[in-house]
Structure formats: structure tokens, C-alpha cells
């Protein structure tokens, strides 16, 4: 069975700190990881990937992957109210296009 | 920026009626995809399209699907026969494809089954 399992929170964190986000998968032989964003009734929206073990960084975000631990991070620097969401990780598993998705982990930025 | 856009954004329909999900995506985008999510779970892969077949299909995707590219720029996802479990979000998806496995969603068609 292919997993994708993220804590699903609320993560509660003051504007300006920084939130980590985390996901582990149960294919080992995953090579594309994803995150997304999504706001409560509207459509997931990409807002990082990685493809290779290490961070990779745009913006306020980075994207951490270690594939020897099935764990895929996400860290928000400065984080803000508008960030506010639910975020989904995503993986291609299996050698396959198709994206199995975690149930999300629901982020709170209080003012 | 180019974007997915998908038609309705809502529709009802009452149970055993055909529904028929309209989808454009990008055009330059290879493959195409259909994901529902019902509310408060996660998003669940439907089916892949490419080169106009199917090219991986989940469970949930029985006989009461079926998917089509009518034209160079449609991609549809019909329901046969509804069912009230078939109410949920499905969403529209595209990739580029060619080493490019970003997938890039569509708003999304809410579809009420009574």
C-alpha cells in the first residue's frame, strides 16, 4: 500500500516565526516529491518541488529531502496570516506520473 | 500565466443521471489528469492521459467513468450513471511531461449528487 502520512495539526505559529511542515512516504523508490497549498473550497496549488536529496530554496520556502528516511520537509520563513492554509505533500511513486497525496497538514499564522 | 481551467465550477445533478466534467489545459502540457477529492479527505488519483489513451487508472475509476480529449484543447471526465458518493471536488491536472512531472491543477468542478 502506498502511503503518504503528514500530521494533519493545526500547526499554530506567531507571524514572522518559521513553519516546518513534514511528510514521510512509503515507497522507497520515489523520485518526485511535491508540496501544495491549499485554502479551505479552492484547488491545490504547487508551490515547491524537489527531485534530489538535499534543500532546495525559492523565496520564503525550502523544500527538504531525504530520501534514505522516506521524509520530505517543508520550512515557511517568515511566516505570514496569509499563509494560513492546508499543505499537502505529494509524491510519484512507484516509477508512476500519478501523484498520491498525503490528508495534509492544516497551518495557522496568527497576527 | 497560463492556467487550467475547468467547467462548471458547480453542478447538481440528481442520482443515475451522466454528468460530463469539462477541462482545458495548458497547451503545451502532454499529460492530463483527473483527481477528485471529497470534502474533508484527501486528493485521490482518478486517471492519467496521454498521447489520447489512458495510461494508469485507479480503483475508483470503474465502468461508470470514462475520459476523452474531443478536440486539440478539451479533456472531459464522464459519470455515467451517479451515484451520491460520487459527490466531491474533481479536479483537473496537467504536466508538460518530458522530464517535467510538475503537475499544475484546475479550479476545480464541485459536483452535488441528490
Known amino acids: 500500500q502506498k502511503e503518504v502520512e503528514q500530521n494533519s495539526g493545526p500547526l499554530s505559529v506567531p507571524e514572522g516565526a518559521i513553519a516546518s511542515l513534514n511528510c514521510t512516504y512509503s515507497?522507497?523508490?520515489?523520485?518526485?516529491f511535491f508540496w501544495y497549498r491549499q485554502y479551505s473550497g479552492k484547488s491545490p496549488e504547487l508551490i515547491m518541488f524537489?527531485?534530489?536529496?538535499g534543500d532546495k530554496e525559492d523565496g520564503r520556502f525550502t523544500a527538504q529531502l531525504n530520501k534514505a528516511s522516506q521524509y520530505v520537509s517543508l520550512l515557511i520563513r517568515d511566516s505570514q496570516p496569509s499563509d494560513s492554509a492546508t499543505y499537502l505533500c505529494a509524491v510519484n511513486m512507484g516509477g508512476y506520473s500519478t501523484l498520491t497525496f498525503g490528508k495534509g497538514t492544516m497551518l495557522l499564522v496568527s497576527p | 500565466e497560463p492556467e487550467v481551467t475547468q467547467t462548471p465550477s458547480h453542478q447538481v445533478t440528481q442520482m443515475g443521471q451522466e454528468v460530463i466534467l469539462r477541462c482545458v489545459p495548458i497547451s503545451n502540457h502532454l499529460y492530463f489528469y483527473w483527481y477528485r477529492q471529497i470534502l474533508g479527505q484527501k486528493v485521490e488519483f482518478l486517471v492519467s492521459f496521454y498521447n489520447n489513451e489512458i495510461s494508469e487508472k485507479s480503483e475508483i475509476f470503474d465502468d461508470q467513468f470514462s475520459v476523452e480529449r474531443p478536440d486539440g484543447s478539451n479533456f472531459t471526465l464522464k459519470i455515467r450513471s451517479t451515484k451520491l458518493e460520487d459527490s466531491a471536488m474533481y479536479f483537473c491536472?496537467?504536466?508538460?511531461?518530458?522530464?517535467?512531472?510538475?503537475?499544475?491543477f484546475g479550479p476545480g468542478t464541485r459536483l452535488t449528487v441528490t
Open positions: 524537489i527531485y534530489s536529496n
Open positions: 491536472a496537467s504536466t508538460p511531461g518530458l522530464a517535467a512531472y510538475e503537475q499544475y
Open positions: 515507497d522507497r523508490g520515489s523520485q518526485s
